[in-house]
């Protein structure tokens, strides 16, 4: 906000330099940004350009810093009386107000100014809008926004005679939400489609305001307003922010309304605002104001111990020091009668501190009267216990480590994406990532919907990657997806691993053939197996799949104990070209919380065994089919083998045109056998072979492969 020092001064003088001042109030909780020199046809002024958060509505007026002023940094502060010089018959014979929204417009007061003259105000009044950044306009409109900066409460004017009547020959306001398919004209002169969500203010006929935003067209004051009625409400701040956020329509009004206005004072800004109008604009004043306050807001009373705020503070002010400093704000302070010693400080908070809901809130506030740097530094009391992560958040710090070590770099992508980002990645329109999440307002058009998946960010990541020439890419993310829960409401947010390979991953080094550490399905595999067992993981089983995204046959499901765990796989070559890679890519997206409910941190531990293994090869003619794959078979090799076969694995796959005309493929494994007891004889090594060889060939219809 823009604060003119000639316009502050009228509320409050002040001793020190004004650089001092700005810097004083910067350390009291309002935030001076820099003093600025305005000036404009002769005329020039000081500003202080303050910047106050959200919660803070109140520092958002002339008085309203003035106040803060005088209770913080010092100073004295003029008070002023609103004298209306009332003529002819009552506002209320004229004006009735209809609240049929109490929500969004809990109270709605109008004063009626009867006779005036448009035309151009006073120079003091221009100087002071231009000042503080408003244009000035004429005397009417300009009335009202200088008592909206100068009290905090925005004002409208309406044209009398454009409002339309009720049967008793009364301009009837009504303050209702907007019907469905309604439309309205601002002020700016575009036309504003309106949703039920919207406060409105309207006459008999129709809406004339977008309450709390901006008013109508078809009521503006114009050269020829004779009859002014001014509007001063109180507007629900969730339904201005909804109603601006939705129009893109931001105004010094809904800026204020936003982060709540004093609904106590609508009456006296009306007051103050016609004094104005009657000075620059003539007229007369309607006797009285038609205020409609359905459900009155009472100051709230809040009990302040000051042995508690002494504790929290690290001070020993007197209770006394702190009801003058709550005093200095305009609040209401009583010492309560307590049975025990304590005393107990009974605080009335005045209506435009809405902020200020508990106990600790009054703290603050004396904290910021007596100053942070009068506070002497402390150290807290020694910390009993430490905050420790809970064990599966060392589950999830595990699985990023494992991922890092293998290589691969961690990257944080938006949770918003762009629908049709599903479109690239091949997902057809049924695919139940489909179901996304519509951001109502997204800031930006290709952020506009929460991912259901993870891989389309990874894509897009190594897609700027290789717009930078880096085309040996090795990432993966561990973040929440959004899917639909079976409310429909608030979504279900899974916890999902994603990887992806492209290029060389170890770099092309120079001691390395250049062939070496190049991505493909079995690198990405190999990361993804040796993650899941140092996680402890057991029980995972890999299985051919089909997936959109993949290319056909080069794709794998992996499941813990018949449970999908996600899928592995290449990117298929329209994937490929719809994120423009130059190269190959691999990708694979697990689901992390049920790798976290599977892993464990304890590994348990094994003595290394003193008796030397037996090592056997066998080779076996099987089916070229899924019924037949590697895994199907070291799984009946395994269950055969019992308890002394350690290790079973594949570690050669061949063909000859004999067996593909068969159909057929044969797979060796490499077999190791140990006791932990004894060395094992040539005599049982031979019979567990055996044993291994007529489960495989019964089982599996496979035969052995001749040397």
């Known amino acids: 906000m823009r604060v003119p020092v000639s316009w502050l001064q009228d509320h409050l003088s002040w001793d020190q330099p004004l650089e001092e001042f700005a810097r004083a109030l910067t350390q009291s909780g309002l935030e001076v940004e820099e003093i600025d020199r305005w000036s404009e046809g002769g005329a020039q002024d000081l500003v202080l350009v303050t910047k106050v958060t959200s919660n803070r509505g109140d520092l958002l007026s002339i008085v309203g810093v003035a106040r803060h002023a005088a209770a913080t940094v010092g100073g004295t502060r003029f008070a002023f009386e609103v004298a209306l010089p009332l003529a002819g018959p009552p506002a209320a014979d004229d004006i009735a107000v209809q609240i049929d929204d109490p929500v969004g417009c809990p109270r709605y007061s109008a004063m009626l100014v009867r006779g005036v003259k448009v035309g151009e105000s006073p120079a003091w009044m221009k100087e002071r809008l231009a000042a503080a950044a408003m244009r000035p306009i004429n005397n009417v409109v300009d009335c009202t926004n200088y008592v909206m900066l100068e009290l905090g409460q925005p004002l409208h004017a309406f044209d009398a005679q454009l409002l339309a009547k009720d049967g008793q020959g009364r301009t009837r306001i009504i303050v209702r939400r907007a019907a469905p398919g309604e439309k309205l004209v601002t002020l700016d002169g575009q036309e504003r489609p309106l949703e039920p969500g919207d406060v409105v203010i309207a006459d008999p006929k129709g809406a004339v305001a977008l309450g709390g935003v901006m008013g109508g067209q078809l009521t503006e004051v114009i050269p020829s307003t004779m009859d002014v009625l001014i509007e001063s409400a109180h507007f629900d701040p969730v339904a201005i922010r909804k109603t601006s956020q939705r129009l893109g329509l931001a105004s010094e009004a809904s800026y204020r309304f936003e982060r709540v206005v004093d609904p106590g004072g609508t009456v006296r800004a009306a007051e103050r605002c016609a004094q104005f109008m009657v000075e620059t604009a003539g007229g007369e004043m309607a006797e009285g104001a038609v205020d409609e306050w359905p459900a009155k807001r009472e100051p709230r009373v809040l009990r302040l111990r000051p042995s508690r705020a002494n504790a929290l503070l690290g001070t020993r002010l007197a209770p006394e020091d702190m009801a003058e400093y709550l005093r200095r704000l305009d609040m ?162 899974p916890l999902r691993a994603a990887l992806l390979t492209m290029g060389n991953v170890l770099g092309g080094r120079w001691n390395t053939p250049a062939e070496v550490g190049v991505a493909d399905f079995y690198l990405l595999k190999g990361i993804v197996q040796q993650t899941l067992e140092a996680m402890g993981v057991a029980g995972v089983t890999w299985e051919r799949g089909e997936h959109a995204t993949f290319r056909p046959g080069h794709c794998a499901i992996v499941t813990i104990e018949g449970r999908r765990l996600g899928v592995v796989g290449e990117v298929a070559p329209q994937v490929q070209e719809a994120f423009d890679l130059p190269r190959k890519a691999f990708v694979a997206e697990l689901d992390a919380d049920l790798i976290l409910d599977h892993a464990t941190l304890h590994r348990p531990h094994q003595h290394l065994p003193r008796y030397p293994a037996a090592r056997r090869d066998l080779a076996v003619v099987v089916e070229d089919t899924d019924a037949c794959s590697a895994a199907r078979v070291e799984a009946v090799i395994r269950e055969a083998g019992g308890e002394l076969l350690v290790t079973a694995e594949p570690f050669d796959e061949f063909h000859n045109d004999e067996l593909r005309r068969e159909g057929k493929r044969s797979i060796a494994f490499a077999l190791e056998f140990r006791a932990p007891d004894r060395t094992l004889t040539d005599d049982e090594v031979k019979a567990l072979m055996a044993k291994i060889t007529d489960a495989v060939v019964s089982r599996l219809g496979a035969r052995l492969r001749e040397a």
């Open 332 to 493: 209401e302070v009583a010492r309560e009668e307590t049975q025990g010693d304590e005393p107990v400080l009974r605080v009335t908070v005045p209506t435009f501190r809405p902020d200020i809901e508990r106990e600790v809130d009054l703290v603050e506030e004396v904290l910021y009267v007596h100053g942070y740097d009068t506070v002497e530094g402390t150290l807290p009391g020694a910390v009993t216990q430490s905050g420790i992560y809970t064990e599966r958040q060392r589950k999830r710090q595990r699985l990023g480590e494992l991922l890092r070590a293998a290589g691969l770099c961690e990257t944080m992508n938006a949770s918003m994406v762009h629908p049709e980002d599903l479109t690239g990645v091949g997902l057809p329109e049924d695919a139940p990532e489909r179901r996304m999440f519509l951001l109502q307002r997204p800031t930006d058009e290709g952020l506009s919907a929460m991912r259901t998946t993870l891989p389309p960010s990874l894509l897009a990541a190594a897609q700027r990657n290789a717009s930078q020439r880096v085309t040996d890419v090795a990432m993966y993310e561990i973040d929440r997806v959004f899917l639909p829960s079976e409310d429909g409401q608030t979504p279900r947010e």
